[in-house]
């Protein structure tokens, strides 16, 4: 399996721009996980999906951030519009069922908003 | 969940063993202990987890105690490419949210 992949790598963008960062899980996995990492704050979870839907959205920062799962194989994380605050390394997860089970990262999405 | 907490940094020299300490003194008895760590900028990586025993893979050893209140993770012999932040995680076994504090930060030296 090719592990989870997110793409863009990059993105650099302008201020008040729609930015859109999306996200393939692992084949067969039902959760999904959309972390955001900065220097000041650390790793933080923004949202999870189970079985495609929104269980947890709690950690969103605002209104400007939306999080999509249409299918099992495909997610996506809206900044809409973007701020020079939202640069950060965006991070997809997944992971399969439930119980001891681990989540595996994607290699992240980094974001640059001028 | 439970909270743990970390040492900061940590430095261990190429070819030793590795041992990073976790305190969780306010886990309760359904909550697994995980390790992650993140080379640079990617993605964070599973390394291991375990409830009650001690548990080995390919990567590490993970000791709890008795009591559950602490963990080590051992890399038995650590290599440069070791050098990492390494994050202990406290989580419920019904499957839902990993929460990373800040980690050790892992140097290993030549």
């Known amino acids: 399996d090719a592990g989870v992949i997110q793409s863009p790598r990059h993105e650099v963008t302008e201020m008040g721009q729609e930015v859109t960062l999306r996200c393939k899980p692992i084949s067969g996995h039902d959760y999904l996980f959309w972390y955001r990492q900065t220097m000041m704050r650390g790793l933080e979870l923004l949202i999870y999906f189970n079985n495609n839907v929104p269980i947890d959205d709690s950690g969103m920062p605002e209104d400007r951030f939306s999080a999509k799962m249409p299918n099992a194989s495909f997610s996506t994380l809206k900044i809409q519009p973007s701020e020079p605050r939202d640069s950060a390394v965006y991070f997809c997860?997944?992971?399969?069922?439930?119980?001891?089970?681990?989540?595996?990262f994607g290699q992240g999405t980094r974001l640059t908003v001028v | 969940d439970a909270k743990t907490t970390q040492p900061p940094s940590m430095d261990c020299a190429e070819g030793r063993a590795a041992n990073l300490p976790c305190n969780h003194s306010t886990i309760s008895g359904n909550e697994y202990v995980y390790w992650y760590r993140q080379i640079h900028s990617q993605g964070p990586q599973y390394i291991i987890h375990g409830l009650k025993n001690n548990e080995t893979n390919e990567m590490a050893s993970l000791i709890i105690t008795e009591d559950r209140k602490s963990s080590t993770l051992i890399l038995p012999h650590a290599t440069l490419r070791d050098t990492a932040v390494y994050y202990c995680i406290v989580r419920l076994y019904n499957f839902n949210k990993f929460y990373f504090g800040s980690g050790t930060k892992l140097n290993v030296k030549p």
């Open positions: 997860a997944s992971g399969a069922g439930t119980g001891n089970v681990a989540a595996f």
